[in-house]
């Protein structure tokens, strides 16, 4: 790292901090807006297009992309970056299908949405499954893996790197709320567009060009399709499984739909979702394409890279890291450690913006219905704060987790998701699903999901049936739970248990409601985006 590199992660900084004084001092300036619930946790409800699909995409960007996309091209999994594609047309279904009627409802959380579909159980449920969700693995991993990012790429000891990133970071989402966090995003993903887009060609340029990297690579490295019997990415988990993932994290988890729901219209929800579609396009080739140029560097006579060995085998997460400091000229090395600090701290910030909401909203307001909104905000700045200390004091007990424990506990997101959205899917398109019948639902694929995760976590004292249950491949899993809770909420749905329907009449779908009319300019960028995602299957297959 030269003077040039440290001077541009200053600039960085300075940008978003830049950015953060001036709505913080607009909100304070401003009567209307400094202790206005919808400003802080919403936004005002008036964000635009463009920031909503930056913010969509800088926020999903994360440690798992940084290095966990990398690391898979890297180590030959090349089709882990289907789920970047897929996320393009899921983001079309959120656009299209889901934001009407979100935006319809005027809901803060989507908890509160449930509720106004269901009742205040699944409301409940939803809020905690969703906050300790949020600690015990987003908020923490992150803040791990950006004292990572801190010691290996610029030599600050562990526990200061991460205190860093976390006090940057939760001090601009304190002070400034929704729009802060959005419009911080967009500066974040210029920078980590910028950087990757850099680490790609610099790459490319040192293996001597396309050509020299398709001879060094071979098909398989390139190919987004595997055999159904792959153990990690089987086409028909791919096509059939991942899609009900993304449906729960893209149409119906609060750290995502909070930006879409913050917009000015229906219009500009949906041209942000679209233009985020097309963004998801990039991490392909952003991160698993300069894995796999890492791993074709480390390869030959000369190699470029060499990957550190830990337990006997190469480690490939380090792939990011190493083709950082090992191709690129001054300057740009600052550019690619600002975008991946960049990555860390959007997820971050709209992480602690969404859990604090949702604390706030879904159960402090519950409990004190009576508070005035300049106490609700002061609330979600305190669990913020809150957020900080426990994602810092959960880091100590991460390293004391052995075997990949901790990893494994964060798959229970894809074992609660299936259910989390058949509720939602199935309740928006049915009005004749029953409030019961969805707490059944939730419930059984809870607790399917975590006897699969407990399970597997003793696989090695496991035979007989128990064992083939848990080497079910999680796509396919996720598919089988999802048909199950499915299930569970259509015969369980009894007409005598039925809500008004006046009640619900905003948030089902009903023929005549004629809430999917579009601008013709959405519908013709959705058929592009439609076709790009085709094009690359075809490319890659």
Same mark, same amino acid.
């Given at each position: 790292?030269?003077?040039?590199?440290?001077?541009?992660?200053?600039?960085?900084?300075?940008?978003?901090?830049?950015?953060?004084?001036?709505?913080?001092?607009?909100?304070?300036?401003?009567?209307?807006?400094?202790?206005?619930?919808?400003?802080?946790?919403?936004?005002?409800?008036?964000?635009?297009?463009?920031?909503?699909?930056?913010?969509?995409?800088?926020?999903n960007?994360?440690?798992?992309?940084?290095?966990g996309?990398?690391?898979?091209?890297a180590?030959?999994?090349?089709?882990?970056?289907?789920?970047?594609?897929?996320?393009?047309?899921?983001?079309?279904?959120?656009?299209?299908?889901?934001?009407?009627?979100?935006?319809?409802?005027?809901?803060?959380?989507?908890?509160?949405?449930?509720?106004?579909?269901?009742?205040?159980?699944?409301?409940?449920?939803?809020?905690?499954?969703?906050?300790?969700?949020?600690?015990?693995?987003?908020?923490?991993?992150?803040?791990?893996?950006?004292?990572?990012?801190?010691?290996?790429?610029?030599?600050?000891?562990?526990?200061?790197?991460?205190?860093?990133?976390?006090?940057?970071t939760g001090?601009?989402?304190?002070?400034?709320?929704?729009?802060?966090?959005?419009?911080?995003?967009?500066?974040?993903?210029?920078?980590?567009?910028?950087?990757?887009?850099?680490?790609t060609?610099?790459?490319?340029?040192?293996?001597?060009?396309?050509?020299?990297?398709?001879?060094?690579?071979?098909?398989?490295?390139?190919?987004?399709?595997?055999?159904?019997?792959?153990?990690?990415?089987?086409?028909?988990?791919?096509?059939?499984?991942a899609?009900?993932?993304?449906?729960?994290?893209?149409?119906?988890?609060?750290?995502?739909?909070?930006?879409?729901?913050?917009?000015?219209?229906?219009?500009?929800?949906?041209?942000g979702?679209?233009?985020?579609g097309?963004?998801?396009?990039?991490?392909?080739?952003?991160?698993?394409?300069?894995?796999?140029?890492?791993?074709?560097?480390?390869?030959?006579?000369?190699?470029?890279?060499?990957?550190?060995?830990?337990?006997?085998?190469?480690?490939?997460?380090?792939?990011?890291?190493?083709?950082?400091?090992?191709?690129?000229?001054?300057?740009?090395?600052?550019?690619?450690?600002?975008?991946?600090?960049?990555?860390?701290?959007?997820?971050?910030?709209?992480?602690?913006?969404?859990?604090?909401?949702?604390?706030?909203?879904?159960?402090?307001?519950?409990?004190?219905?009576?508070?005035?909104?300049?106490?609700? &905000?002061? +609330?979600?700045?305190? /669990?913020? *704060?809150?957020? =900080? !200390?426990?994602? %810092?004091?959960? #880091?100590?007990?991460?390293?004391?987790?052995?075997?990949?424990?901790?990893?494994?506990?964060?798959?229970i997101?894809?074992?609660?998701?299936?259910?989390?959205?058949?509720?939602?899917?199935?309740?928006?398109?049915?009005?004749?699903?029953?409030?019961?019948?969805?707490?059944?639902?939730?419930?059984?694929?809870?607790?399917?999901?975590?006897?699969?995760?407990?399970?597997?976590?003793?696989?090695?004292?496991?035979?007989?049936?128990?064992?083939?249950?848990?080497?079910?491949?999680?796509?396919?899993?996720?598919?089988?739970?999802?048909?199950?809770?499915?299930?569970?909420?259509?015969?369980?749905?009894?007409?005598?248990?039925?809500?008004?329907?006046?009640?619900?009449?905003?948030?089902?779908?009903?023929?005549? &409601?004629? +809430?999917?009319?579009? /601008?013709? *300019?959405?519908? =013709? !960028?959705?058929? %592009?985006?439609v #076709?790009?995602?085709?094009?690359?299957?075809?490319?890659?297959?």
């Amino acid at each position: 790292m030269k003077a040039l590199d440290w001077g541009l992660i200053g600039l960085y900084f300075l940008a978003i901090f830049g950015v953060a004084a001036y709505f913080f001092i607009q909100r304070r300036n401003s009567v209307r807006t400094a202790g206005n619930t919808e400003e802080y946790f919403m936004g005002g409800r008036n964000l635009s297009w463009w920031v909503i699909g930056a913010s969509l995409f800088a926020s999903n960007i994360g440690s798992e992309h940084l290095i966990g996309l990398a690391g898979a091209g890297a180590r030959g999994d090349f089709a882990a970056g289907q789920f970047e594609i897929l996320a393009a047309l899921i983001l079309l279904v959120l656009g299209w299908f889901f934001v009407p009627f979100y935006m319809r409802s005027g809901v803060f959380t989507m908890p509160e949405f449930l509720e106004r579909r269901y009742d205040a159980w699944a409301r409940s449920y939803l809020s905690w499954v969703s906050i300790i969700a949020y600690i015990l693995t987003k908020i923490s991993v992150t803040i791990f893996a950006g004292g990572i990012v801190f010691t290996a790429l610029l030599g600050i000891d562990f526990w200061t790197g991460a205190i860093l990133i976390v006090a940057f970071t939760g001090l601009y989402t304190i002070i400034g709320g929704l729009k802060v966090v959005v419009y911080t995003d967009f500066i974040q993903m210029i920078v980590l567009l910028a950087g990757s887009i850099a680490l790609t060609y610099f790459g490319l340029q040192e293996l001597g060009g396309l050509e020299a990297f398709r001879a060094k690579t071979s098909p398989e490295n390139l190919s987004l399709w595997r055999d159904v019997n792959d153990p990690n990415f089987p086409w028909t988990g791919i096509i059939f499984g991942a899609p009900i993932l993304g449906v729960w994290y893209w149409c119906t988890d609060q750290f995502i739909v909070q930006r879409v729901i913050s917009a000015k219209n229906i219009d500009h929800a949906r041209k942000g979702a679209i233009f985020g579609g097309f963004l998801k396009l990039l991490p392909l080739f952003l991160f698993v394409v300069p894995g796999t140029i890492a791993l074709a560097l480390s390869v030959g006579e000369n190699p470029i890279i060499s990957f550190p060995m830990e337990n006997g085998e190469a480690n490939y997460d380090a792939a990011l890291p190493l083709l950082t400091m090992s191709i690129l000229p001054a300057g740009l090395k600052g550019l690619v450690v600002a975008g991946l600090l960049a990555a860390l701290m959007s997820s971050l910030s709209s992480v602690f913006n969404s859990c604090s909401t949702l604390f706030t909203m879904d159960i402090y307001r519950k409990r004190y219905p009576e508070s005035s909104q300049k106490n609700l &905000v002061r +609330v979600g700045q305190i /669990s913020t *704060v809150v957020l =900080v !200390l426990l994602g %810092i004091a959960w #880091i100590p007990l991460m390293e004391l987790i052995k075997g990949g424990l901790f990893q494994k506990l964060q798959s229970i997101q894809a074992y609660i998701s299936p259910p989390i959205a058949a509720v939602f899917l199935i309740g928006i398109f049915s009005r004749k699903i029953t409030a019961k019948a969805a707490k059944i639902s939730l419930l059984t694929g809870a607790v399917l999901g975590t006897g699969r995760l407990i399970l597997e976590l003793n696989q090695d004292q496991l035979s007989g049936p128990l064992l083939y249950f848990t080497s079910i491949n999680f796509l396919h899993f996720a598919v089988l739970l999802f048909v199950i809770c499915a299930a569970t909420l259509l015969l369980l749905s009894k007409p005598k248990d039925r809500r008004n329907f006046e009640e619900i009449k905003d948030i089902v779908y009903e023929k005549s &409601v004629g +809430v999917y009319e579009g /601008s013709k *300019v959405n519908v =013709v !960028l959705s058929v %592009i985006l439609v #076709i790009c995602v085709l094009a690359i299957w075809m490319i890659f297959r």
